[in-house]
């Protein structure tokens, strides 16, 4: 990519990850070769990664989660979710990952785009 003076590198990380200031300093750091760094956070998307992740949690009652089935794990994450009537899929994310990567997304680096439906902002709401 150097050499070519152009590219694009998209990492991916959790919503409660840290990857906003490597992305930032990775991109500072590229920039002046024409590359292009972002990161993108989804918020729980219902996949294996995510059930095994569950069912190994100490938080849980591992019981109960041993016939964690990817539905259930989907109506459980729609009920954490702030943004009501749809539910991230992982072409949600495969689509920003698209847009990110496309020269829509040209002059777009150091980024973190956050595909959570709002969630992290919830907190900060006021109830209507």
């Known amino acids: 990519m150097m050499p070519r003076r152009s590219g694009c590198i998209i990492s991916m990380a959790s919503v409660a990850g840290c990857m906003g200031g490597l992305t930032k300093n990775t991109a500072c750091e590229l920039g002046q070769y024409g590359i292009r760094v972002n990161c993108i956070s989804p918020f729980g998307v219902a996949t294996s990664m995510l059930i095994n992740a569950w069912r190994s949690s100490d938080e849980v009652d591992h019981e109960e989660c041993t016939d964690l089935e990817a539905e ?57």
């Open 72 to 128: 259930e794990m989907e109506e459980f994450v729609r009920g954490l979710a702030n943004l009501k009537g749809v539910t991230l899929k992982t072409k949600d994310v495969a689509e920003a990952a698209l847009y990110m990567a496309s020269e829509e997304s040209r002059y777009i680096s150091g980024h973190n785009l956050v595909v959570d439906g709002g969630f992290t902002s919830f907190k900060n709401c006021v109830a209507l």
